[in-house]
């Protein structure tokens, strides 16, 4: 899972004032331990300067006498004091604090070495296990001469608790910063955000049916500004392409209708006639019936176009019943080896378009007749209660897959089954279906079973029962009505 830009901004900010913090308080306490040794090592050297001037400028007379010394420099031992070492200029230990373990202190030989040099040399030291202590050694010497070494150390207890107050004080201080950032992260992430979120729900309000909405972004941060001038502008060249693919079906759809027409026309006037060959009628038969389904493809085509441009319904009362003969006339010899059969028919009567309802039933029961194998049979059925009306195609072909029956009303969406035969459809017969059922204010339902048949139920809301009805086709009716009547 990828986080969003907004969580990644928050951690990115968070984590680097984090990381300022740490590399802060690294620093700092570096800085103040240095300070705090140095200022160590110049108390070291007054103590050390104390002990000079006792034991070699005042000077004592025997071992005695000078151990007296040392354990009153070191009343307070290493707790609240300082301890001292005295060694020979070969670095033997001659006087200790008694609260030492010489041992402890011994000095290495590079290091007697340099304090025998004359350089003052501080080393920490662990002793007694946990304790640690800061310890100065240096040589004394009268006319070039080495009298001795003074060593003393004292604990560096202070520094440590010091260090370990600027710890706790930057875990608390660190902590809060911490969460502040966060929220002030977060908050300013959303804040900064927001236009482009509100950018984007506009866009996603957006869909392909409704190219004329833009998104308009004024007064936002220019970057945003860009995004929804872009995004406008690629509406506008979308808008301009789908006018342009719709008025091109339209045309397409209108220039073939006539023709199409004129030519079964053509066909069924030499049907008529009189003695004619049974092998020619065939041939003729078949080329209406081809004719037809090339007119009624290229209807669903024009209804399709006009589905896109949000076509006004010419709405007026329509006998669905009657419909459903005409609809039942037309179809019944589409295909001979598959019957068609008229089951219940009721009276209703509903409020449309009467082409568009003619199609959407044209439309239902072709494809009972086109997906039904031979000695099959389609059953067109007209029902009523109180509030719709109910067309029911049953047929008893092939079915639908349950997993695909929420996709066949999808434009251009086919179900290719194995060993079935060819249909020849477009894929657009049940998705204008379904654009006539909505605009109608129904539905179509679809119960399937695979290689048992399907049931297609149009259901419509009808006119309250004794309404009164205009005859269907009434003169000077909209171009609809010209472009329909496909047969
Ligand atoms: P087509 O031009 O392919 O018939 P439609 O939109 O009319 O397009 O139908 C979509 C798909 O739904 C078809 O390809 C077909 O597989 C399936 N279909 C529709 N009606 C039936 C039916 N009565 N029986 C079986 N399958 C059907």
Redesign the pocket.
Known sequence: MSLSIRWRLTLWITGALLAALVVIFLVLSFALRTTLTSDLDDDLTADIDQVVTLVFIRGVENEAALQDVVDRFSVGGLSSGFVVLLRDADGNVVAASQSIDPEEFALSDGEIERVLDGEAVSRNLDIRGDEQVRVRAVSVTVGGEVLGIVEVAESTDAISATLDRLRTLFLAVGGVAVVVAFAVAYWLSRWSLRPIEEVAAVAAQIEASDLTRRLEARGQPSEVQRLSDTFDAMLERLDRAFQQQRNFVLDVAHELRTPLTALRGNIDVLLMTEGLDPEKRAQLERMSGETSRLIRLTTNLLYLALAEAGHELDRRPVELDVVCLEVYHIMRDLQPEVKLRLGNEDQVSVTGDRDLLKQLIL?IVE??I???PAGGQVTLSLFRDEVSARVVVE?T????PAD?IPF??ERF?????AGSRG?G???????IADWIARAHGGEIVVQ?EVGKG?A?TIVLPAEPLGASVHPAAEPGAPEAENVSSPQ
Request: avoid cysteine.
């Open positions: 439309n494809n009972g086109k997906y039904t047929d072909g092939r079915g639908i695909q066949i009303f969406h086919r179900v290719t089954v249909s459809g477009a894929g657009i017969g049940l998705a399937s399907s297609f």
